[in-house]
């Protein structure tokens, strides 16, 4: 395979692109054949040997990557070759296979491209989780962006709009200031030519700003924490500057505001529970377009050299992707939802990223809560007449689509019931995925009841919660499900059944 390798620590000039073996894949990992890879930040620290990894020379930079998975290991249980999956796998994404753990691995919703899976969630799972978890904004507060049309920086103003604030962004020209507005800046302030206290003071009349969102450091630090309004909340992201800012703690003390340390890869680790829900949240926001990443530009893997340069010139704007090989993106249309606040998309967001429990008794802990709810999936006339084929079951109502025109409610022929039955063991993969076990099997149905008719062309999605974890003398583990299929747009359910699935 092709890869772009780091031989020896240094700036992007130095690495090359070679032809050298696949890499082996551990039983716990996957094989992903790499469509697309996000450049980010670390990228440029990993190869100079300054980031807190240090991977063995040589190796490919790239750690936010999207494409397919070509093989996987005996102990992967959830994941399947041909799933079309998004990985944050530290290094190897500059290349066209890399080797990732099963863990670091999510599927990606059929409606997102892979240019948009490989550059997303990065971005806006760091300025999410620090704008909602640590900072705990709230609608009407005003937000400073430092370093604004980065990738974090974008995300953050693009966010901090959609959750209410009025944004106000920071950057060095007044091109990346243009593309701060269209993503929602109210003001902006080009800290390159204006006084950066002075000019927060002026749009905020002396009130100061609620929150900081830093991923720069250096010397914008000390100016931002000084345009502070009373209470507010200083969010340390990063030092893009290059210098870690030292700064009079007294500020704090008469500001009385918080200096908040985000690191958004150890919530990620530590709490996973919570970053699941915010991936979900986010998924769903960017399928709905109502968020909208700014791609600065696509680059060849030939090329992958000069996006790393061009990040540390300060030339990107938003997020610089790495497109891998030849091939066409096929079209997907946005999910239509209606434009809402992020706060009231909390219960309702549908998301595939599952769940993850590392072993069968977390699962107890979850006993009587919802797992959540998957993406839509359209019944098309092609899916009938696939489980038609399969089960020998020829029925006109599912098959004839003319005489449905005729005789069936709606002229539309209907999914099969077993069909949509069937589906729920797929929608199932998408909510929960158990670790460190040896195999897991769907066991059988209980109480299952046939409401709706699915007619052709309907969506269809799943909800499900747990509702009993039993322990069986010989080791293994029952694990109870209810699910329910919905169509959209009708109230009643297609089929509400209980999932027993044996665990060992
Ligand atoms: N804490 C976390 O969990 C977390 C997560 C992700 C990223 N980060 C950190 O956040 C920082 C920004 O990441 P990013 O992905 O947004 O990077 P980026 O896309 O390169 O953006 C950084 C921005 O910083 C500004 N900047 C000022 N001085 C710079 C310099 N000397 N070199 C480069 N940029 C400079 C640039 O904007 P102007 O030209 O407009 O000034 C640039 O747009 C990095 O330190 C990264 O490690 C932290």
């Not at 620290?45 to 996987?72: D, R, T």
């Not at 931002?224 to 500020?251: D, K």
């Not at 429990?357 to 999936?377: A, R």
Request: hydrophobic share 40%; aromatic share 8%.
């Amino acid at each position: 395979m092709k890869a772009i390798l780091c031989e020896n620590f240094g700036g992007p000039k130095q690495l090359v692109l070679q032809e050298i073996p696949s890499p082996l894949i551990k039983d716990d990992q996957v094989l992903i054949a790499i469509k697309a890879c996000g450049v980010n930040f670390p990228d440029n620290l990993i190869i100079q040997g300054k980031y807190q990894f240090k991977p063995e020379l040589p190796f490919s930079p790239g750690g936010e990557v999207a494409g397919e998975i070509v093989s996987i290991g005996k102990n992967v249980t959830y994941l399947k070759k041909g799933m079309r999956v998004l990985a944050l796998c530290g290094w190897g994404g500059f290349a066209e296979e890399v080797a990732v753990d099963a863990n670091r691995v999510l599927p990606i919703p059929d409606q997102m491209n892979m240019i948009n899976a490989a550059g997303t969630l990065y971005n806006y799972g760091t300025s999410y989780y620090a704008l909602k978890q640590k900072a705990a904004i709230k609608p009407g507060e005003t937000v400073l962006v430092l370093g604004a049309a980065g990738g974090v920086g974008l995300a953050a103003v693009e966010l901090a709009k959609k959750m209410g604030a009025i944004v106000i962004a920071c950057a060095s020209t007044n091109e990346k200031l243009e593309i701060c507005k269209s993503k929602g800046a109210d003001f902006t302030i080009n800290y390159l030519q204006e006084d950066l206290k002075k000019s927060v003071q002026e749009i905020t009349n002396k009130k100061g700003v609620d929150i900081v969102y830093d991923p720069v450091g250096g010397t914008y630090a000390e100016p931002a924490l000084r345009s502070m309004a009373w209470n507010g909340r200083y969010l340390v992201v990063g030092f893009a500057s290059g210098t870690i800012p030292e700064l009079p703690f007294n500020l704090a003390l008469l500001k009385g505001c918080s200096i908040i340390g985000v690191f958004w890869g150890a919530f990620a680790e530590r709490e996973q529970k919570e970053n699941q829900k915010n991936l979900g949240e986010l998924v769903n926001l960017l399928l709905s377009s109502q968020l909208k990443q700014h791609h600065h530009k696509i680059y060849s893997l030939e090329n992958a050299a000069e996006a790393l340069q061009d990040l540390l010139d300060r030339k990107v704007i938003g997020k610089a992707i790495i497109k891998i090989g030849e091939w066409v993106e096929k079209t997907i249309e946005p999910i239509p939802i209606e434009a809402s606040p992020i706060s009231d998309l909390k219960e309702t967001a549908s998301s595939t990223i599952p769940v993850v429990f590392k072993n069968k008794s977390e699962l107890k802990n979850h006993i009587g809560q919802n797992l959540g709810t998957t993406t839509w999936l359209k019944i098309t006339q092609e899916r009938i007449q696939q489980f038609a084929d399969a089960t020998l079951d020829f029925q006109w109502v599912h098959l004839d689509t003319e005489k449905a025109k005729t005789f069936l409610p709606g002229g539309k022929t209907i999914a099969h019931g077993y069909l949509t039955m069937s589906l729920a063991s797929q929608f199932f993969y998408q909510l929960i995925s158990i670790e460190n076990i040896n195999s897991f099997v769907n066991y059988g149905i209980n109480k299952a009841r046939f409401i709706s008719p699915v007619q052709v062309d309907s969506e269809i999605r799943m909800t499900a919660s747990i509702t009993q974890v039993e322990e069986l003398p010989n080791g293994s583990t029952k694990l109870f499900l209810n699910c329910s299929i919905e169509i959209k747009g009708q109230e009643k359910p297609a089929y509400v059944a209980e999932i027993i699935s044996m665990i060992f």
